[in-house]
């Protein structure tokens, strides 16, 4: 009979998946086990890597169609952008030292620093980097990013170096989305031109990759261009439970944001002699949303009925382990824009709100009426919709839960098939999301929510260049929303990070991003980030 460190640790992962998703005692015994019996294989390729656990490889690292979120993680470290923020989400200079809204926003000058370089120590001018923006803004093929600034008329430098911006109306936001727009060259291309094989891209951003050509689909080795900064080994592993072991068996240092809440409670607990976990809290948040074309859902007391009747606390208490904060907005209050709007348990008065709306309980206390609720099989999701469909069936209200493929829920949602939904915008970082998804002309607009008043402080709001009035604005905008709910937000997640006691010993849960970013783990050998 073979040892079991003998044992292929492929074949063994099978009961042991079997056996997590069977019982939660038992999957805690077993890889407690497998953590005794295996934690001694390290991987001899230590070196002085920090080794950071993902959930999946980015789909890109073309800086001109990075979207999916591990990309959006992972191109800040390779490239730079105009601006940039810090971990509380503050703008902060990058190829700009400095810049300045001229007409009320409708024009924005940056002053760029001299001498900066990109990875082959090619000096980036300010030219430079008004022809890799015009290449965003109307280089073929698109840039996914570039399209995203429909207001963005043309590019231009002045005679002191300084990059002009002009837009056809006032974007108070642009300095901050601008950002998102990364500086990158590759041979015998413009600057930020869409290169023939994304292996000849060459970045401008604190680190490099080890090797151009390697693929990405399961490891990504960046190298510091500055000694300052450890190495860091990005892993990508798709399956939940491999992740956990993998974290188990030393073969990473750390994971954010990687692993279930269920998951990292549990690692809190039983290996608290060997990882820490630091907690911040963050600004993604999730919603319940309103089909407000629905001849049910369009009435407000039906809506208000229905948040009345989800027990938030008890979800965050019980289901996500405290890893959530109750939602008073779009907004978390992290965010200079965020008016947060108390919305309180109570189903008596839901029940008075549905009676008063002729939606009385048919044969002496049964069911008002039916509604479908779309979801996916994604545990997280479907776990909660089963509890909506609890405490709504207490007030009379019979919830259908429409389990369908992740591909298929969104596709349905911007189709506006459904009833309601349940989802999460994450890493929002400012008021812009506000106009996004109330405004009645916009695409993500998904309840087909339309107000005159709300579109037209949204409007001013957009076209706001000064904070303080433009908050003010917002604070009309989120007291409303609390009113009409065409969406009911739920809950703001927190950032967690999981790390080797011996590598994360100086840290501090502050120095954390709020959006999950991966910056401040870049120092994470140091006294401070």
Same mark, same amino acid.
């Given at each position: 009979?073979?040892?079991?460190?003998?044992?292929?640790?492929?074949?063994?992962?099978?009961?042991?998946?079997?056996?997590? #998703?069977?019982?939660?005692?038992?999957?805690?015994?077993?890889?407690?086990?497998?953590?005794?019996?295996?934690?001694?294989?390290?991987?001899? &390729?230590?070196?002085?890597?920090?080794?950071?656990? @993902?959930? $999946?490889?980015?789909?890109?690292?073309?800086?001109?169609?990075?979207?999916?979120? !591990?990309?959006?993680?992972?191109?800040?470290?390779?490239?730079?952008?105009?601006?940039?923020?810090?971990?509380?989400?503050?703008?902060?200079? /990058?190829?700009?030292?400095?810049?300045?809204?001229?007409?009320?926003?409708?024009?924005?000058?940056?002053?760029?620093?001299?001498? #900066?370089?990109?990875?082959?120590?090619?000096?980036?001018?300010?030219?430079?980097?008004?022809?890799?923006?015009?290449?965003?803004?109307?280089?073929?093929?698109?840039?996914?990013?570039?399209?995203?600034?429909?207001?963005?008329?043309?590019?231009?430098?002045?005679?002191?170096?300084?990059?002009?911006?002009?837009?056809?109306?006032?974007?108070?936001?642009?300095?901050?989305?601008?950002?998102?727009?990364?500086?990158?060259?590759?041979?015998?291309?413009?600057?930020?031109?869409?290169?023939?094989?994304?292996?000849?891209?060459?970045?401008?951003?604190?680190?490099?990759?080890?090797?151009?050509?390697?693929?990405?689909?399961?490891?990504?080795?960046?190298?510091?261009?500055?000694?300052?900064?450890?190495?860091?080994?990005?892993?990508?592993?798709?399956?939940?439970?491999?992740?956990?072991?993998?974290? +188990?068996?030393?073969?990473? /240092?750390?994971?954010?944001?990687?692993?279930?809440?269920?998951?990292?409670?549990?690692?809190?607990?039983?290996?608290?002699?060997?990882?820490?976990?630091?907690?911040?809290?963050?600004?993604?948040?999730?919603?319940?949303?309103?089909?407000?074309?629905?001849?049910? @859902?369009?009435?407000?007391?039906?809506?208000?009925?229905?948040?009345?009747?989800?027990?938030?606390?008890?979800?965050?208490?019980?289901?996500?382990?405290?890893?959530?904060?109750?939602?008073?907005?779009?907004?978390?209050? @992290?965010? &200079?824009?965020?008016?947060?709007?108390?919305? =309180?348990?109570?189903?008596?008065?839901?029940? #008075?709100?549905?009676?008063?709306?002729?939606?009385?309980?048919? !044969?002496?206390?049964?069911?008002?009426?039916?509604?479908?609720?779309?979801?996916?099989?994604?545990?997280?999701?479907?776990?909660?919709?089963?509890?909506?469909?609890?405490?709504?069936?207490?007030?009379?209200? !019979?919830?259908?839960?429409?389990?369908?493929?992740?591909?298929?829920?969104? =596709?349905?949602?911007?189709?506006?098939?459904? #009833? @309601?939904?349940?989802?999460?915008?994450?890493?929002?970082?400012?008021?812009?999301?506000?106009?996004?998804?109330?405004?009645?002309? $916009?695409?993500?607009?998904?309840?087909?929510?339309?107000?005159?008043?709300?579109?037209?402080?949204?409007? $001013?709001?957009?076209?706001?260049?000064?904070?303080?009035?433009?908050?003010?604005?917002?604070?009309?905008?989120?007291?409303? +929303?609390?009113? /009409?709910?065409?969406?009911?937000?739920?809950?703001?997640?927190?950032?967690?990070?999981?790390?080797?006691?011996?590598?994360?010993?100086?840290?501090?849960?502050?120095?954390?991003?709020?959006?999950?970013?991966?910056?401040?783990?870049?120092?994470?050998? &140091?006294?401070?980030?």
């Amino acid at each position: 009979m073979k040892n079991i460190t003998d044992i292929d640790k492929k074949s063994f992962l099978i009961p042991v998946y079997y056996f997590t #998703q069977s019982s939660y005692k038992y999957s805690k015994l077993i890889l407690f086990s497998l953590f005794v019996t295996l934690g001694c294989n390290n991987n001899n &390729d230590q070196g002085t890597y920090l080794k950071i656990l @993902l959930d $999946q490889p980015p789909l890109t690292l073309n800086p001109r169609n990075a979207l999916d979120l !591990n990309a959006q993680k992972i191109t800040p470290l390779l490239y730079r952008g105009l601006t940039k923020f810090d971990r509380n989400l503050k703008l902060q200079s /990058d190829l700009a030292e400095k810049w300045q809204a001229l007409e009320n926003g409708k024009t924005w000058k940056f002053w760029i620093k001299p001498g #900066q370089t990109n990875h082959e120590g090619k000096i980036i001018s300010a030219e430079q980097i008004k022809v890799c923006l015009e290449e965003y803004r109307i280089g073929k093929p698109w840039s996914v990013l570039g399209k995203t600034f429909s207001d963005w008329i043309k590019t231009e430098t002045d005679n002191h170096g300084a990059l002009i911006i002009y837009l056809k109306h006032s974007d108070p936001y642009f300095a901050r989305n601008a950002s998102v727009l990364r500086y990158f060259t590759s041979p015998g291309h413009r600057p930020c031109e869409e290169p023939i094989h994304e292996n000849q891209i060459i970045g401008s951003g604190l680190y490099r990759l080890k090797d151009r050509t390697a693929k990405i689909s399961q490891e990504l080795n960046l190298v510091p261009v500055e000694t300052s900064h450890v190495p860091l080994k990005i892993l990508f592993v798709r399956d939940e439970v491999t992740r956990s072991m993998t974290l +188990m068996r030393g073969e990473a /240092d750390a994971a954010q944001n990687a692993l279930s809440l269920t998951k990292t409670r549990w690692f809190q607990t039983s290996f608290s002699n060997d990882y820490l976990l630091f907690e911040k809290d963050g600004t993604s948040v999730s919603y319940l949303a309103f089909n407000l074309k629905d001849p049910i @859902l369009s009435k407000k007391e039906i809506r208000q009925a229905i948040a009345l009747s989800i027990d938030r606390q008890d979800i965050v208490k019980h289901k996500f382990h405290r890893f959530c904060q109750i939602a008073g907005s779009l907004l978390s209050p @992290l965010l &200079d824009e965020s008016v947060q709007v108390s919305f =309180a348990y109570n189903p008596a008065l839901a029940e #008075q709100l549905l009676d008063q709306s002729g939606y009385t309980r048919q !044969n002496n206390g049964g069911i008002r009426f039916t509604l479908t609720y779309k979801t996916t099989p994604v545990r997280e999701g479907y776990e909660t919709a089963l509890m909506f469909k609890e405490m709504l069936k207490k007030v009379g209200i !019979n919830l259908v839960l429409t389990v369908v493929e992740p591909a298929v829920f969104l =596709a349905s949602v911007k189709k506006g098939n459904f #009833q @309601l939904f349940s989802s999460r915008w994450v890493g929002v970082a400012d008021g812009s999301i506000l106009f996004n998804t109330l405004h009645s002309k $916009q695409k993500n607009n998904r309840v087909f929510y339309n107000d005159l008043a709300m579109d037209q402080w949204l409007e $001013q709001a957009m076209q706001e260049v000064s904070l303080e009035k433009r908050k003010e604005l917002l604070k009309l905008v989120q007291i409303k +929303m609390g009113k /009409d709910l065409p969406y009911f937000p739920l809950w703001y997640w927190n950032n967690a990070l999981l790390i080797k006691k011996e590598k994360g010993k100086n840290f501090k849960s502050e120095y954390l991003s709020i959006k999950g970013a991966l910056e401040p783990l870049t120092e994470i050998q &140091d006294s401070q980030p």
